[in-house]
């Protein structure tokens, strides 16, 4: 004699809330949805990795690129003929030679006499003053999760300030 409920042939319930049953109580795609939950996270933290490294490396550069500028600066090359300033930008230019075409890079000089730190002027300055040389860089974010959070773009700066070296006698 056959049960109404079970087909003995596929060995499938007739029943459809013994069926349902079965059914949750089976775990096959939890691998799955576990991924599909842990997968934004992983995501986050893999470009935050990488947003974040690239940020400290172009603030180091930015550094090292205003170091690079206030050295040319403090010699007093091209004092005489008036292309002081532009020396700085190109020491600086190419300091940060792998940055072109990345993002925006934008560079400010200026001084100011020891005696006197209020008077602000933009070039390098005379002997014996202190130029400050100023190095922004602004980039968009190089990975699509994080841009959203950090905003459209990052600036990064680097600032050094020197002495400069008394090429002529000092004021």
């Known amino acids: ?13 007739l029943n459809p809330l013994r069926h349902a049953r079965r059914l949750l109580r089976g775990d096959r795609g939890i691998s799955t949805t576990e991924f599909a939950l842990a997968l934004p996270v992983l995501l986050l933290l893999v470009f935050g990795l990488i947003e974040t490294g690239y940020l400290f490396f172009a603030s180091a550069s930015m550094d ?6 206030a050295r040319v600066a403090v010699t007093g ?19 940060l030679d792998a940055f072109s075409g990345k993002g925006t890079i934008s560079v400010e000089v200026k001084s100011f006499p020891q005696s006197a730190p209020g008077n602000i002027t933009t070039g390098a300055g005379g002997p ?14 190089l990975t699509p999760i994080v841009g ?24």
């Open 1 to 13: 004699m056959k049960s109404i409920h079970a087909d003995t042939d596929t060995g499938y319930s």
């Open 64 to 69: 090292k690129a205003a170091q690079a500028g």
């Open 77 to 95: 090359a091209g004092a005489d003929d008036g292309t002081r300033v532009e020396l700085i930008k190109n020491k600086i230019m190419t300091t």
């Open 128 to 141: 014996c003053d202190i130029v400050e040389v100023n190095v922004e860089y602004v980039y968009a974010s």
């Open 148 to 171: 959203p959070i950090f905003g459209p773009s990052i600036t990064v700066h680097g600032t050094d300030r020197m002495v400069n070296e008394p090429w002529r006698v000092c004021e």
